[in-house]
DNA sequence: TTGTAGGCGTTATCAA
DNA sequence: TTGATAACGCCTACAA
């Protein structure tokens, strides 16, 4: 069951647990037969190494962070409640963990906070922006493994995303949005940035289903709330005064704004929108949302952890590793 | 910065490292006052247990079987994938799975797969009659916990229950179906055996929804297919000839047949189905299907693994341990 | 009820 | 170039 240890390698390759040690991380010093000899013994035993073990003999304690924008979006709030729960079996696999805010949509903060970093690898959600890029690239340089985390970085050269399909996001959204506004009608997406990779993709994945198969509605131009509670009530209020307004797709944050709207309009639009936080929560259990289309943060950190520690130890992380499932909730399974 | 170890806190509580570790462990046969010693020595220092020299040491191997039903569910392919996927972390933490397939609602198949265990623990997913609950009365008393899968036996002394909620399952398909028929119409409820507690629990909670919030439609007796595709399509095809159909839930399984009628009446009803397979999948990228309600079985296979680690080390699991997520997914979020 | 001693698989420090 | 040997932190017979 145990799998063969250095002690068979050695045994076979008739040297020392040291020499095959040497061989195995290539440290030098072994004449080139021995060094033959032994990786031979490794494949004739089908020699696996305990990484388990290693890391308990090197002591090794991986440090990790993670780069996320704090506000009243409740992302922060969620994240931080998800490494709470994972906390103790995180500690117990040697992984120390240390959230790194940054001031929402300011790049500037974000690029100090890239420069602060000590720690063997990093998950970012930050702006996509050159100035970030560079800040990248050096952290890559100095040895740092780099993730991106719910919104891609894709030219920055980050080792790996973890996050969702948002463009997947965006068109689950418009399925459920055409499916439930029985006939057409306005139609207001609420972003919080354009610049954010995360939404403008599920924002162009909610225009592609809506245009496809539910051309019945009307477009509104998309607006932008900068995840503010206070500027999103503005925009439906303001949208609300000049036609009426059978559907809304919060692509951002800033619900607690959109609660106090809606709650005001009559007839109630078909609400739509992302994470599953206390006030979405409340607001499908009170019929004032419709639909929450939910990334599972804890899976996140989850999987965001487990392709750093892959990544940390120069492990290529399964392909499907970065992938968080989509959770659609409605007021009858709400968890 | 390795953080305190057992020898830390063996020495502020002035004992040795086997009196840390059954206290640890709680193994009994400590004295009330040295395990009060050793709580406080472990607060005193910040002692967190080093799980990868927990499981080196550990020599013990976890023996666990699922026994589950075969047939043209895919519900046994589904879980094969699961636990293949979950191996190299199960195998890491030293846990062995097997799957002992029975033939579905036959119950002298499944009592004689009951009495050829031999592991630690068992996860059943059976059907609810007494000679089952006798022979699973003979495992717990030979020492063998036993979990209840999917679908629970709570007169059966199982140890725990590893599943969804099954009402609120119904009650979550009638709220989709619910909106998304447009007007009234005729909702045909169709499960696998009334006999089957998921089934009937997932039928009490559509028909409580449909009642409350969605009485405009009517809802046709319900009728039993036996999991069978043959079966499903023929109800579907003689109910459709009195009259017209405007909804489906599926309740069970035998989807392959439904399929078949669906694609052969118009207009095509709205038609809600349980399990994320290779053919609900299928049927909901081509339009057949409009919602898939999943149990996510990865998540399930996880959460009874954890579960029957626990009950085997006589540890109490986490009271929300066995509960089991609900996924939706339309055409738009297939994964 | 408590303690001692040895081992899990790998790494690292000495000598030889 | 090589090889003993002692950690790393925890578990567990076996004693006492």
Redesign the interface.
């Known amino acids: 069951?145990?799998g063969p240890t250095v002690r068979d390698v050695a045994e076979v390759a008739q040297v020392s647990l040291a020499t095959v040690d040497r061989v195995l991380n290539n440290r030098g010093g072994v004449s080139a037969k021995v060094v033959e000899r032994v990786k031979a013994a490794v494949v004739q035993t089908g020699y696996v190494r305990?990484l388990?073990?290693a890391?308990?003999s090197r002591?090794r304690?991986y440090r990790f962070c993670f780069v996320v924008p704090t506000g009243d979006t409740g992302f922060v709030a969620l994240l931080h409640a998800a490494l709470a729960q994972e906390q103790?079996?995180l500690?117990?696999?040697?992984v120390v963990v240390q959230i790194v805010p940054t001031r929402p949509f300011d790049v500037e903060d974000q690029i100090a906070a890239l420069r602060n970093l000590d720690c063997d690898a990093v998950a970012v959600m930050v702006s996509e922006a050159p100035e970030i890029n560079e800040e990248i690239a050096a952290l890559l340089a100095a040895g740092v493994r780099v993730v991106s985390l719910v919104a891609d970085l894709p030219s920055s050269g980050r080792d790996a995303y973890v996050g969702p399909d948002n463009v997947?996001?965006g068109?689950?959204a418009?399925?459920?949005m055409g499916?439930?506004i029985?006939d057409t009608g306005n139609i207001l997406m609420i972003a919080g940035s354009l610049a954010a990779r995360d939404h403008s993709e599920r924002l162009l994945g909610f225009q592609m289903?809506m245009q496809e198969r539910y051309d019945g509605c009307t477009l509104l131009p998309a607006a932008q709330g900068a995840d503010d509670a206070a500027r999103v009530e503005q925009i439906v209020m303001d949208t609300a005064r000049d036609r009426p307004i059978a559907g809304i797709y919060a692509i951002g944050a800033g619900n607690r704004g959109l609660v106090r709207a809606v709650g005001t309009l009559n007839p109630k639009p078909v609400t739509i929108v992302h994470e599953l936080t206390q006030v979405s929560r409340e607001a499908l259990r009170t019929g004032t949302f419709?639909l929450v289309i939910d990334q599972d943060i804890r899976a996140g950190v989850i999987a965001a952890v487990g392709v750093m520690r892959d990544l940390t130890d120069s492990i290529t992380p399964p392909a499907d590793a970065g992938?968080i499932?989509?959770?659609?909730?409605?007021?009858?399974?709400i968890?």
Do not use: C, G, P, W
């Open positions: 069951m145990s305990n388990a073990a890391n308990l002591r304690i103790h079996r500690r117990e696999e040697q997947m996001a068109r689950t418009a399925e459920f499916r439930f029985k289903v419709d992938r499932k989509l959770n659609i909730y409605s007021r009858e399974n968890q």
